[in-house]
């Protein structure tokens, strides 16, 4: 378990750095894919463990997509709640 949380540590440091440099003033386009890219990642590795052996592939790989639009469907939601967040953490 530790390594898993590692390893994601470390994917969204090395995601969110030049992400941050190159959307500075696009916060939208920088949460959104940071969550798309953050949750492929972590869907492929729950999925995959829990789900192996017991469901066809073809299976989990309709989990992780649909996982995947629906917790970015989620940020789209809250996207506003979480700009007041961020613009109050840098005031």
């Known amino acids: 378990m ?3 949380v590692l390893k994601k540590v470390r994917v969204k440091k090395v995601h969110r750095k ?3 440099r190159k959307f500075e003033k696009h916060l939208f386009a920088r949460v959104i ?3 798309v890219a953050g949750q ?5 590795v729950f ?11 073809g299976a989990i790989i309709t989990m992780v997509i649909g996982g995947t639009l629906i ?9 506003p709640a ?3 967040f961020i ?3 840098k005031a």
């Open 2 to 4: 530790k390594i898993l």
């Open 18 to 20: 030049p992400m941050k």
């Open 33 to 35: 894919t940071s969550t």
């Open 40 to 44: 492929v990642i972590d869907n492929i």
């Open 47 to 57: 999925m995959t463990l829990a789900f192996a052996g017991v469901l066809p592939a």
């Open 71 to 79: 917790e970015t469907l989620y940020e789209v939601i809250f996207y």
């Open 82 to 84: 979480t700009r007041a």
């Open 87 to 89: 613009k109050r953490l």
